[in-house]
């Protein structure tokens, strides 16, 4: 059985192998790489001045980078977020990215030479103007909003931005965050599992606001014409999410593999972003974003906690959310 | 009368799908770790919903089996039919109907709130539980109907002539039946309910209702725990075996009917009386369990046709593999529809999908590139998640079958293809047909083990569902969801159909 399966794989490789392309194996989340998600425009425009062929692999990125370990067929892990950097980081399979980090916009100063940023946004309270006249303005003002203003958030144990969540809460009100999260429960509808279970519920109007990003309502504005949807603005600022890309050091096409993160930081890729992803591009000024896009209202201040100070809070930060919701 | 070595090889090919993925991740981590303070909270409220839930499943399904099974009447067909519907829906979509209806912006609290009522909140334990009966009540509907359909007319005929009462026909020829497979139908759905996640959380209202699916999640996809998860799954596995081996013990001997397998008048139960009793349960069960599947169906209906391509591509690739993971279902079932088969198809159920995932690609990895196995992968998991619906549709009848013709075949010298043949296959096809019915409908639906064997170029139409909603498009997922619901529902229609084609009304 292993002879005959070694042997078909054998005469695949050698079929694909011939006069071909070489290939560049990227490993994506799968909605990245889905019709409606920015990796077939990226692909389209990438292939188009490397002379190569450029093949996502969906799915979940850490367990799988973890599980193949040194036997990895990518080349480049598109899609990290910065809560498994760490991991990823330790496990010693990215090499430098090699780029020049000068052309980034984000709000945040960023510095890290393994992982590249490509795309953020920020964590924010979602609403419906129709439905709620008077939203909060603070975060303080959210926290003593009546009770029957009813958010549905996602568990931070198992979602990015559920996560992003508590570190959020922690950034700004640090040993209050429990206490902080106690006044918050009565206003939680409930905790979904991911993104999409939330927006489900608060588009069905089952929610009033949702927990996601600045960035969603230029989906609403851009795709459909609808302007009711807005990102409550709070002063005491916002946390930043980012996603980045990383080069496997072992990878058997460096060169293609150096090119494609030459290309992340390009004004091409950058200028998909928006408009594919629904989010912020890491190196493109503000004047050059998509209409829409420009005259989306963005907090001043940006909150993050790097993945060494994250490491430190992350824990503690969803115990509190857990102990303050349980009761 | 599958033969020994038949059954040795399914049953060794379900041990090994199941125990060996745990195995590999286990293997992987090289140590097992135990269980934190806040894994003991998690297998609390895993127990007590799991518990509630199917003992709840179970209790309501017996008078709307009775009622099924002892009334004729216009759509009943179709009613039967729609009763699968609610098993078969992706969970977010069924999460999405239900709020449709007990929501805070639901049709109930709509009505309450015209008659001046307060609002009624469906976030706690009882959401949850609520949401697990709507699931699994049709499943136990109809696995005790299928208990019912299966005593002998004759002995209903007998009761007449002896003059029994309603109560009398219920001590001597029903409560035998529910007490055989009662406590098989709780065990199934008890297991399902173990390693439920996303509907305990969004309705359980919070990390009250963390359940140890959870735990298992965030071990394998945030912290790669894999000893944690490993250590958990076992546990699962525990519970499950245990569920399993009580059930065993409860449900006794078959039943040893020897029958025509004619649906024949119940004289016993004519009175007005239990005519409206009956009316009544099925009103409930229809209002209850139709309302959130057409508000879902009304939501997306016009949608259908204006979907994209990749999407109807997708509802492509999942009939094929649900067609893939039937046939195989149905193959590996038939040989293990026996007391040991059916309790280890439970562990299929009972392990988590993704430390089942997590093993079959460590495992698979050291042979193939996982990636261009997505699709084959997803039918055998399918199919082995379905497994233990089927077999407990396929043993009871089996072994009534085995009882009733199996002197009689061993006299003959019948040899096993002949069995099957001429004995098994016409005697069991209405159980064969739901069987199928079931598992291909469970198989378009489900999503398995996807996460770490995406293949860029074959989608499922589940998936695809959970792409449109990560990419914001909430009416087009509806509308693809639409399109789901009608083809599962199509499959289990057609096999169920043609299992009963010559079954008698």
Known sequence: MKKALTFAAGMMIASTAGAQAPVLTVYAPDYFTSEWGPGPSIEKGFEARCGCDLQYKPGDLLPRIMLEGDQTRADVVIGLNTDVTAKARESGLFGPHGQDLSPLTLPVEWTDATFLPFNYSQTAFVYDKTRVQNPPESFEALLSAPDDLKIVIQDPRSSISGLAMVLWVKAIYGDEAESVWAQLAPKILTVTKGWSESYGLFTDGEADMVLSYTTSPAYHIIAEGDDTKAAAIFPEGHYFMVELVGKIAATQQPELADQFMEYVLSAEFQRMIATGNWSLPAALPRSEWPEGFDTLPLPEKTLFFDEAEAATVQKEAVEEWRRALSR | ?505
């Open chain 2, 1 to 505: 009368m599958a033969t020994r070595p038949v059954a040795l090889i399914a049953g060794t090919l379900v041990a090994g799908l199941t125990l060996g993925p745990v195995a590999a991740v286990a293997w992987r981590a090289g140590v097992l770790t135990g269980l934190e303070p806040a894994d003991w909270a998690a297998l609390r409220f895993t127990l007590m919903q799991a518990l509630l839930s199917a003992a709840l499943s179970v209790a309501f399904a017996i008078p709307v089996a009775r009622a099924l099974a002892r009334r004729a009447f216009p759509g009943r067909g179709v009613l039967i039919a729609l009763l699968g519907a609610p098993f078969i829906l992706p969970v977010i979509v069924a999460i999405l109907g239900l709020l449709a209806v007990f929501g805070r912006a639901g049709v109930l609290n709509r009505v309450l709130e015209a008659f001046g009522l307060p609002e009624v909140s469906i976030y706690g334990l009882h959401g949850v539980v609520l949401a697990h009966v709507f699931f699994n009540l049709p499943l136990a509907t109809r696995l005790i109907l299928q208990g019912w359909l299966a005593i002998p007319g004759e002995r209903f005929r007998l009761a007449a002539t002896l003059g029994f009462s309603s109560r009398d026909v219920f001590r001597v020829l029903e409560r035998p039946m529910l007490a055989s497979i009662l406590p098989g139908a709780f065990a199934v759905i008890f297991v399902i309910c173990l390693s439920s996640f996303a509907v305990a959380l969004t309705l359980g209202g919070g990390p009250r209702a963390t359940t140890l699916e959870l735990a298992i999640y965030q071990a394998v996809r945030f912290d790669f725990d894999l000893a944690h998860a490993a250590s958990l799954a076992l546990v699962q596995l525990g519970l499950a075996l245990v569920a399993g081996l009580v059930a065993l013990r409860l449900s006794g001997a078959g039943l040893g009917a020897e029958g025509l397998d004619r649906v024949v008048p119940r004289w016993d139960a004519g009175g007005v009386g239990l005519r409206l009793l009956d009316a009544l349960w099925l009103a409930l069960v229809a209002l209850f369990l139709l309302t959130p599947l057409g508000l879902v169906a009304a939501r997306g209906a016009l949608g259908v046709f204006s979907l994209p391509g990749p999407v109807w591509t997708a509802a492509a690739h999942s009939l094929a593999v649900a067609l893939g993971s039937t046939a195989l279902c149905i193959l590996w079932a038939i040989p293990l529809a026996t007391r040991r088969g059916e309790l280890l198809g439970l562990a299929g159920i009972a392990l988590s999908p993704l430390v089942l995932g997590t093993g079959l690609f460590l495992i698979l990895r050291a042979f193939v590139n996982p990636f261009s196995l997505a699709l084959p992968v997803t039918a055998v998991v399918n199919a082995l998640l379905s497994l233990p619906f089927v077999l407990r549709i396929l043993r009871p009848e089996a072994e009534a079958l085995q009882q009733d013709f199996g002197r009689l075949g061993g006299a003959l010298g019948l040899r096993p293809f002949a069995w099957l043949r001429w004995v098994y296959l016409p005697r069991m096809r209405r159980p064969l047909g739901f069987s199928a019915g079931l598992c291909a409908a469970l198989s378009m639906g489900d999503l398995g083990v996807i996460a770490l064997f995406a293949d860029p170029d074959r989608a499922t139409l589940p998936l695809q569902i959970y792409r449109l909603m990560g990419a914001y498009r909430m009416e087009q997922a509806a509308a693809a969801a639409v399109l789901l619901l009608a083809l599962s529902l199509g499959l289990f229609w057609i096999f169920d159909r043609g299992g009963r084609a010559n079954a008698g009304s």
